[in-house]
């Protein structure tokens, strides 16, 4: 195992104890005035904490400050776990289905959230609590501890690093809370799916000074999908310790256990879908379960040195191993119905370390205020990547399956099909960002990041060894207009960067991707402020994507280019004071702009170019509804090229309806009832390839209970 370097974190952990110490010593320090005590009104929002209804006003992931979203120059879409609870969905890609112009792509046989794709770019980096927490095969991220879900358009780089123009996704989770509570969740649903979760949160000295607050889920699924099933367990503590007025502590940690049978869906032969039922299974349910275990270890200590500067410390640490059998396509014989497959056993190892020091403060320069931000951030990353891989030999008739086949003989050694690298990542950043207020009216928003980047990639099958090393500077510039207290008109420029691994025919390491953003739109408060609204209009490119290399096709360059244009749109609020809506539209024209092999026009995989999705919920106040909520959700996905070689194979577009009740029984118990695909709509989730396509469910039905204890 290579040791890990701490000198970044024992630096920073340094600085943060002498300014401790020496606050603590109070040498030279005047007697503090007793000012007037004054009252906080608890419900106001942070961007950290919970959002009442389906509209938040405040977000952290656009700036890592606490921002109001209407003076940020940018769209971001904010989707809160109300909107998760409603849905009864443990899972996040519900909720991305409200961001607007977010698609869903390979998700690695059901296992984890492996990619998805904004504003028509695909990328596999996402966020929680502003650490990167997608490096490895993570298990999908559990509804159980996420208090909202953020989707932040355009390049991030200049905040987050290496990243995709399209926009980058934020998680934040649930925090410990001042009031004590306990909550436990129930449900059930068809195909034998059992979970219950619970929420419990107490205070631990009188005073409220330290706070506990812990997440526990427990699933056991079964699916509409024949021989598919998983099981899965989640724990997640949180510690949080105000050490005096100035300074505080906070502790998270997640432990996640998955098993669950690796999956890659139908087959559509000839390109055709409506052949196969959407319920067969092409592996081999002899290979049992894929294992995803998962631990993630986050602190964050705050001081304040002054009314307006804060000093932040933060680390982030996560480890997991898969590892498994599965057996999966590879090809489609001549006949059309014999389906070649290959065994394959999976080893992955990896563990993440991130360290965070950033300086946040504000001050006044004649006529304009300045929310300022000064970060650094060093990152080691190191991945163990065993496959073992079997020569397509395996067949099976698509139309009258045989399963129990022999396991074939795995295909080791130099030339053979089966893999084994190491990969170790080393990254340091320095970030500087200016939030500007010119007045009343005109806010600027000025940031830019230098990132090193260190890549050893090491193939411990033929003893090939690639180096690389990168530094970009990604720059960002925005500016927000109030032409009246409800309309602001914003636009903005960034750009992106993204280390491509691996090496070319001549064994130089790839150039990175880069990407460059262009938005302007509007951003509409609504109904005395109870709906708000963003439209946008963006242009992204990305240049040195991947090709084939026209030389050897065997080998690849980094010279392809991609470009998206398009309108998006977010709304959430309230309609009236009974009728809570959120809802999302995106026309996104993604397409190949320059390729070795695919013509230039050809569309990206899974983008559709229409997207919408409304959802409302009408609550019963008074007479004999009292305490009764009834809403609906729908979802529309146009057609989708099915594959990277746009070769016209499409996932045809479709609708879902999902209709939604709960009842109050009292102050302490409701019931809920949930009707996902209310016509039994067949349709397609996502593609890799004609041979790997994921059918969406059924109609089903999901009862849940919700008890405060």
């Given at each position: 195992?290579?040791?890990?370097?701490?000198?970044?974190?024992?630096?920073?952990?340094?600085?943060?104890?002498?300014?401790?110490?020496?606050?603590?010593?109070?040498?030279?320090?005047?007697?503090?005035?007793?000012?007037?005590?004054?009252?906080?009104?608890?419900?106001?929002?942070?961007?950290?904490?919970?959002?009442?209804?389906?509209?938040?006003?405040?977000?952290?992931?656009?700036?890592?400050?606490?921002?109001?979203?209407?003076?940020?120059?940018?769209?971001?879409?904010?989707?809160?776990?109300?909107?998760?609870?409603?849905?009864?969905?443990?899972?996040?890609?519900?909720?991305?289905?409200?961001?607007?112009?977010?698609?869903?792509?390979?998700?690695?046989?059901?296992?984890?959230?492996?990619?998805?794709?904004?504003?028509?770019?695909?990328?596999?980096?996402?966020?929680?609590?502003?650490?990167?927490?997608?490096?490895?095969?993570?298990?999908?991220?559990?509804?159980?501890?996420?208090?909202?879900?953020?989707?932040?358009?355009?390049?991030?780089?200049?905040?987050?690093?290496?990243?995709?123009?399209?926009?980058?996704?934020?998680?934040?989770?649930?925090?410990?809370?001042?009031?004590?509570?306990?909550?436990?969740?129930?449900?059930?649903?068809?195909?034998?799916?059992?979970?219950?979760?619970?929420?419990?949160?107490?205070?631990?000295?009188?005073?409220?000074?330290?706070?506990?607050?812990?997440?526990?889920?427990?699933?056991?699924?079964?699916?509409?999908?024949?021989?598919?099933?998983?099981?899965?367990?989640?724990?997640?503590?949180?510690?949080?310790?105000?050490?005096?007025?100035?300074?505080?502590?906070?502790?998270?940690?997640?432990?996640?256990?998955?098993?669950?049978?690796?999956?890659?869906?139908?087959?559509?032969?000839?390109?055709?879908?409506?052949?196969?039922?959407?319920?067969?299974?092409?592996?081999?349910?002899?290979?049992g379960r894929i294992r995803n275990n998962n631990e993630t270890l986050q602190a964050e200590l705050e001081h304040?040195?002054?009314?307006?500067?804060?000093?932040?410390?933060?680390?982030?640490?996560?480890?997991?191993?898969?590892?498994?059998?599965?057996?999966?396509?590879?090809?489609?014989?001549?006949?059309?119905?014999?389906?070649?497959?290959?065994?394959?056993?999976?080893?992955?190892?990896?563990?993440?370390?991130?360290?965070?020091?950033?300086?946040?403060?504000?001050?006044?320069?004649?006529?304009?205020?300045?929310?300022?931000?000064?970060?650094?951030?060093?990152?080691?990353?190191?991945?163990?990547?065993?496959?073992?891989?079997?020569?397509?030999?395996?067949?099976?008739?698509?139309?009258?399956?045989?399963?129990?086949?022999?396991?074939?003989?795995?295909?080791?050694?130099?030339?053979?099909?089966?893999?084994?690298?190491?990969?170790?990542?080393?990254?340091?950043?320095?970030?500087?960002?200016?939030?500007?207020?010119l007045g009343e009216r005109l806010f600027v928003l000025l940031g830019a990041r230098y990132d090193h980047y260190?890549?050893?990639?090491?193939?411990?099958?033929?003893?090939?060894?690639?180096?690389?090393?990168?530094?970009?500077?990604?720059?960002?510039?925005?500016?927000?207009?109030?032409?009246?207290?409800?309309?602001?008109?914003?636009?903005?420029?960034?750009?992106?960067?993204?280390?491509?691994?691996?090496?070319?025919?001549?064994?130089?390491?790839?150039?990175?991707?880069?990407?460059?953003?262009?938005?302007?739109?509007?951003?509409?408060?609504?109904?005395?402020?109870?709906?708000?609204?963003?439209?946008?209009?963006?242009?992204?490119?990305?240049?040195?994507?991947?090709?084939?290399?026209?030389?050897?096709?065997?080998?690849?360059?980094?010279?392809?280019?991609?470009?998206?244009?398009?309108?998006?749109?977010?709304?959430?609020?309230?309609?009236?004071?009974?009728?809570?809506?959120?809802?999302?539209?995106?026309?996104?024209?993604?397409?190949?702009?320059?390729?070795?092999?695919?013509?230039?026009?050809?569309?990206?995989?899974?983008?559709?170019?229409?997207?919408?999705?409304?959802?409302?919920?009408?609550?019963?106040?008074?007479?004999?509804?009292?305490?009764?909520?009834?809403?609906?959700?729908?979802?529309?996905?146009?057609?989708?090229?099915?594959?990277?070689?746009?070769?016209?194979?499409?996932?045809?577009?479709?609708?879902?309806?999902?209709?939604?009740?709960?009842?109050?029984?009292?102050?302490?118990?409701?019931?809920?009832?949930?009707?996902?695909?209310?016509f039994d709509r067949t349709y397609y989730e996502r593609s890799y390839s004609s041979l790997w396509v994921m059918?969406?469910?059924?109609?089903?039905?999901?009862?849940?209970?919700?008890?405060?204890?």
């Open positions: 195992m290579i040791q890990r370097n701490d000198t970044p974190v024992l630096l920073m952990t340094g600085m943060i104890l002498g300014l401790l110490s020496g606050t603590a010593s109070g040498q030279g320090v005047e007697e503090p005035a007793v000012l007037e005590a004054i009252a906080i009104d608890a419900d106001q929002e942070s961007a950290s904490g919970p959002v009442r209804g389906y509209r938040a006003r405040r977000s952290a992931s656009a700036t890592k400050t606490d921002a109001a979203i209407e003076e940020i120059p940018q769209s971001i879409s904010v989707i809160p776990a109300r909107v998760l609870e409603d849905l009864h969905s443990p899972r996040i890609e519900r909720a991305l289905d409200f961001a607007g112009g977010v698609a869903r792509q390979n998700d690695f046989g059901g296992l984890t959230l492996y990619e998805y794709s904004v504003r028509g770019l695909t990328t596999a980096e996402f966020y929680k609590d502003g650490f990167s927490v997608n490096r490895g095969y993570m298990n999908s991220p559990d509804a159980a501890n996420i208090e909202r879900v953020e989707v932040l358009k355009g390049p991030a780089s200049s905040l987050y690093g290496r990243g995709d123009p399209g926009g980058t996704v934020n998680l934040v989770s649930k925090r410990p809370q001042r009031e004590r509570f306990a909550r436990l969740d129930l449900g059930a649903g068809r195909w034998d799916r059992y979970r219950g979760s619970l929420d419990l949160n107490t205070p631990l000295d009188e005073r409220e000074d330290m706070l506990l607050r812990m997440n526990l889920a427990i699933e056991d699924n079964q699916s509409f999908r024949d021989y598919r099933a998983g099981e899965r367990q989640f724990f997640a503590p949180a510690f949080a310790w105000s050490i005096d007025p100035d300074t505080r502590l906070l502790v998270q940690a997640e432990v996640i256990r998955n098993r669950q049978v690796f999956d890659r869906g139908v087959v559509a032969p000839g390109g055709r879908l409506s052949r196969i039922s959407r319920s067969a299974f092409f592996g081999e349910p002899d290979d304040d040195l002054a009314p307006d500067w804060t000093l932040r410390l933060a680390g982030h640490y996560k480890q997991g191993r898969m590892n498994g059998y599965a057996t999966e396509p590879s090809s489609l014989a001549a006949d059309g119905r014999t389906l070649n497959r290959d065994l394959r056993y999976r080893d992955y190892d990896w563990l993440d370390g991130i360290a965070q020091l950033e300086l946040r403060g504000r001050l006044r320069t004649g006529g304009i205020e300045h929310d300022l931000l000064i970060g650094s951030e060093y990152e080691r990353y190191a991945k163990d990547e065993r496959l073992l891989r079997s020569r397509p030999t395996a067949t099976l008739d698509l139309y009258a399956p045989l399963y129990g086949q022999p396991r074939p003989p795995f295909s080791t050694g130099v030339g053979g099909r089966s893999t084994h690298t190491n990969e170790l990542v080393h990254s340091r950043s320095l970030n500087l960002q200016d939030r500007m207020r260190r890549q050893r990639l090491d193939n411990e099958v033929n003893g090939s060894r690639a180096r690389q090393t990168q530094e970009e500077l990604t720059p960002r510039l925005g500016l927000l207009y109030r032409l009246t207290p409800e309309v602001g008109l914003f636009a903005n420029a960034s750009r992106s960067f993204k280390p491509n691994g691996g090496a070319d025919a001549g064994g130089s390491p790839f150039e990175p991707e880069k990407g460059v953003g262009y938005e302007a739109g509007v951003k509409l408060d609504l109904l005395d402020g109870r709906l708000g609204m963003t439209v946008a209009a963006f242009h992204l490119t990305k240049e040195n994507v991947l090709t084939s290399d026209p030389n050897d096709t065997s080998y690849q360059i980094a010279t392809g280019e991609v470009r998206s244009r398009g309108v998006d749109l977010q709304l959430s609020g309230r309609l009236g004071e009974s009728l809570r809506i959120i809802g999302a539209y995106a026309y996104v024209d993604a397409e190949v702009t320059e390729d070795n092999t695919l013509e230039t026009g050809s569309r990206l995989r899974n983008v559709p170019r229409h997207s919408a999705s409304l959802m409302g919920v009408r609550e019963f106040h008074g007479g004999p509804l009292h305490g009764l909520e009834l809403g609906g959700a729908l979802n529309y996905v146009g057609e989708r090229s099915g594959d990277a070689e746009d070769s016209g194979f499409e996932l045809p577009s479709y609708t879902t309806v999902d209709l939604l009740a709960r009842y109050r029984v009292s102050d302490r118990l409701s019931l809920g009832l949930n009707l996902n695909n209310v059918p969406g469910e059924p109609r089903n039905l999901n009862l849940s209970l919700a008890w405060s204890l």
